[in-house]
């Protein structure tokens, strides 16, 4: 599970085996999570966050977007 990055208590991660999925990542914080798809940056899923943590995730994701799938990229070769 690569770590993209960690900021505010968050932390960006994605799965190595998620079976050719475009890229995305999971953002943690607490006992929520949720799943943004990226480029574009969009929520797919979430559990146990609420809606303005969902958009600090977002805006995380957001921020952190060429870094994302330039982990990403490094991971998938």
Not at 23 to 50: C, N, T, Y
């Amino acid at each position: 599970m690569p770590e993209v990055f960690r900021e505010r208590g968050w932390v960006a991660c994605f799965y190595s085996n998620e079976g050719g999925e475009p890229p995305h990542v999971h953002i943690r914080k607490g006992g929520g999570e949720a799943k943004f798809w990226v480029h574009p940056v969009r929520l797919d899923s979430s559990d146990g966050l609420k809606v303005k943590e969902l958009a600090v995730a977002e805006r995380l994701v957001e921020k952190h977007e060429a870094k994302i799938l330039e982990k990403w990229n490094e991971h998938s070769q």
